[in-house]
């Protein structure tokens, strides 16, 4: 007991207990949007691990990029499933604090691995001499740990904080998976100081990243510019086109949550926006690198003929 409030022990759900009519529905489209991502992502890891031609720097970061993609809808949708039609749509803390953590790992070393990514682009453009040399085998695979080394410290070191915290109350979850924000608002104490940490870790960590790709962008159009021929432009730019596409998407939503003042939050904006960077987002990314990518289109044609008779 904290004053006269009891400790919970469980938080439910509530983002989807209205229309319950179209649980069935929402239930399906989900199911075939993360299927759909899952299978994608997995194609393009198996493409480029096939195909020779694919084993470059820029390939190796899409092919964790693909990898991150899976984990990271893994780590909501299936969750979100099981709530839409169970008629229990409760969840223990443990199970509340693993599941956010994962979320906020795999997110957050996404957007670090988009910012190498964006380094990979901007060697590539500016110093193409010198591309194999600085972005070398061991360049790349420290690339790749370093956004995975951050997300891991940076989120078990927040999740632990959070969940140190007493929560009090009927612990309803006003959202359909576990974010942060809605958790912190069932503490039993004083979270001004939880918040200020909240939003200096996504503006450090978010934000640096973001604007990390930024100036790479500037100096690759900067660089592009300076190409004399149309045609030697429009292929710079294609090699980059997918990327820009990418970090947009997933970028401007999840700064638009988690950057934005406290006094604007609305929580049917908040869950839309959720809904767009967990589920929708990362549906579209194996589109982009598929359609807009005339190698891995290539790679995936050589495939499919082979399997021909």
């Given at each position: 007991m904290i004053g006269?409030?009891s400790l919970?022990?469980?938080?439910?759900?509530?983002?989807?207990?209205?229309l319950?009519?179209l649980?069935?529905?929402?239930?399906i489209?989900?199911?075939a949007?993360?299927l759909?991502?899952v299978?994608?992502?997995?194609l393009?890891i198996?493409l480029?691990?096939a195909?020779?031609?694919l084993h470059t720097?820029?390939?190796?970061?899409l092919?964790n990029?693909?990898f991150l993609?899976m984990?990271?809808?893994?780590s909501v949708?299936?969750?979100?499933?099981?709530h839409l039609?169970?008629?229990n749509k409760?969840?223990?803390?443990?199970?509340y604090?693993?599941?956010?953590?994962a979320?906020t790992?795999?997110?957050?070393?996404e957007?670090?691995?988009?910012?190498?990514?964006?380094y990979d682009?901007?060697?590539?453009i500016?110093y193409?001499?010198?591309?194999t040399l600085?972005?070398?085998?061991?360049?790349r695979?420290?690339?790749a740990a370093?956004?995975w080394t951050?997300?891991?410290?940076?989120?078990s070191?927040?999740?632990t904080w959070?969940f140190?915290?007493?929560?009090c109350g009927?612990?309803?979850i006003?959202h359909f998976f576990c974010?942060?924000m809605p958790?912190?608002k069932?503490?039993c104490?004083?979270t001004?100081?939880n918040?200020?940490v909240f939003f200096?870790?996504s503006?450090?960590f978010i934000m640096?990243?973001?604007?990390?790709?930024?100036?790479?962008?500037?100096?690759i159009?900067v660089?592009?510019?300076?190409?004399?021929s149309?045609?030697?432009?429009g292929?710079?730019f294609?090699?980059?086109s997918?990327?820009?596409?990418?970090?947009?998407?997933?970028c401007g939503?999840v700064?638009?949550t988690?950057?934005q003042?406290?006094?604007?939050?609305?929580l049917?904006?908040?869950?839309?926006?959720?809904?767009m960077?967990?589920?929708?987002?990362?549906?579209l990314n194996?589109l982009?690198?598929?359609l807009?990518?005339?190698?891995?289109?290539?790679?995936?044609q050589r495939?499919?003929?082979r399997?021909?008779?």
């Amino acid at each position: 007991m904290i004053g006269n409030q009891s400790l919970c022990t469980k938080f439910t759900y509530v983002a989807f207990s209205t229309l319950a009519e179209l649980q069935p529905v929402r239930f399906i489209v989900f199911l075939a949007i993360y299927l759909f991502t899952v299978g994608g992502n997995l194609l393009i890891i198996c493409l480029i691990c096939a195909t020779p031609a694919l084993h470059t720097p820029m390939y190796f970061f899409l092919m964790n990029l693909s990898f991150l993609e899976m984990c990271y809808t893994t780590s909501v949708v299936p969750q979100v499933l099981v709530h839409l039609l169970a008629e229990n749509k409760t969840i223990s803390i443990g199970g509340y604090a693993a599941q956010m953590y994962a979320f906020t790992l795999f997110g957050l070393t996404e957007c670090c691995l988009l910012a190498a990514m964006a380094y990979d682009r901007f060697v590539a453009i500016c110093y193409p001499l010198h591309y194999t040399l600085l972005m070398g085998p061991r360049v790349r695979l420290k690339l790749a740990a370093a956004s995975w080394t951050t997300g891991v410290v940076v989120e078990s070191a927040q999740t632990t904080w959070i969940f140190s915290m007493p929560f009090c109350g009927a612990g309803e979850i006003q959202h359909f998976f576990c974010d942060i924000m809605p958790v912190v608002k069932l503490a039993c104490v004083d979270t001004s100081q939880n918040e200020i940490v909240f939003f200096a870790v996504s503006v450090l960590f978010i934000m640096s990243p973001c604007l990390l790709i930024l100036c790479s962008y500037m100096r690759i159009l900067v660089a592009i510019l300076r190409i004399p021929s149309t045609a030697g432009k429009g292929k710079a730019f294609s090699t980059c086109s997918s990327h820009i596409l990418v970090v947009s998407l997933f970028c401007g939503t999840v700064l638009s949550t988690y950057l934005q003042p406290k006094t604007t939050h609305s929580l049917e904006t908040d869950k839309a926006t959720a809904l767009m960077y967990t589920v929708v987002t990362p549906a579209l990314n194996p589109l982009i690198y598929t359609l807009r990518n005339k190698e891995v289109k290539e790679a995936f044609q050589r495939s499919f003929l082979r399997q021909m008779p």
